[in-house]
Nanobody, 117 residues
């Protein structure tokens, strides 16, 4: 099993920055990839950024050049640095881990990020 705990989000003005952190525990060695998803008001949950075991990354087009995903293996954390935030980035952000031989999914509790215009 893998457990995930996200840091608090917050309220930020448009153009501002915010950093989210996700701490993983449990069967850390079985994690294949870590992801950040988000779900905005009235929207479906979407993949925002991904980092694989080999540190290759993926970003949704909407956040490319503004968000950076990184991992600290010593601390078992995955961070999402968000810059140049827009009101459209307002959402509940979820940390996700794909783990095990069948790529089971583990989810964090979600954290609210609100960007004011």
């Amino acid at each position: 099993q893998v457990q995930l705990v996200e840091s608090e989000g917050g309220l930020v003005q448009a153009g501002g920055s915010l950093r989210l952190s996700c701490a993983a525990s449990g069967n850390i060695g079985s994690i294949n990839a870590m992801n950040w998803y988000r779900q905005g008001p009235g929207k479906q949950r979407e993949l925002v950024a991904r980092i694989s075991r080999g540190n290759s990354t993926y970003y949704a087009d909407s956040v490319k050049g503004r968000f950076t995903i990184s991992r600290d293996n010593a601390k078992n954390t995955v961070d999402l640095q968000m810059k140049s935030l827009k009101p459209d980035d307002t959402a509940v952000y979820y940390c996700n881990a794909e783990w095990g031989w069948r790529n089971f999914n583990a989810w964090g509790q979600g954290t609210q990020v609100t960007v004011s215009s």
